[in-house]
């Protein structure tokens, strides 16, 4: 979905990760409204946006690279 908007995956998923949760689902949320070529329900778009940012929001995403296990 990232990549057909043109924005790079791996990019977003790391400035995702180092956002707040709220701040994340919010940009996240953003994100999805502009993807038009699948329509979602609010509902269901809040439910997708809530289960990547808790994927990305983990005990090993927080603090610099080099301290995760």
């Not at 977003?12 to 990760?17: I, M, P, R």
């Not at 709220?22 to 439910?47: C, G, P, W, Y």
């Amino acid at each position: 979905m990232l990549a057909r908007l043109g924005l790079d995956p791996w990019q977003v998923a790391h400035e995702l990760s180092t956002m707040s949760k709220e701040a994340a689902r919010e940009k996240l949320d953003t994100v999805m409204i502009n993807f038009t070529d699948i329509t979602h329900s609010a509902e269901n778009r809040q439910n997708i946006v809530t289960g990547l940012i808790m994927s990305l929001h983990t005990p090993k995403s927080y603090g610099p690279a080099g301290s995760r296990p």
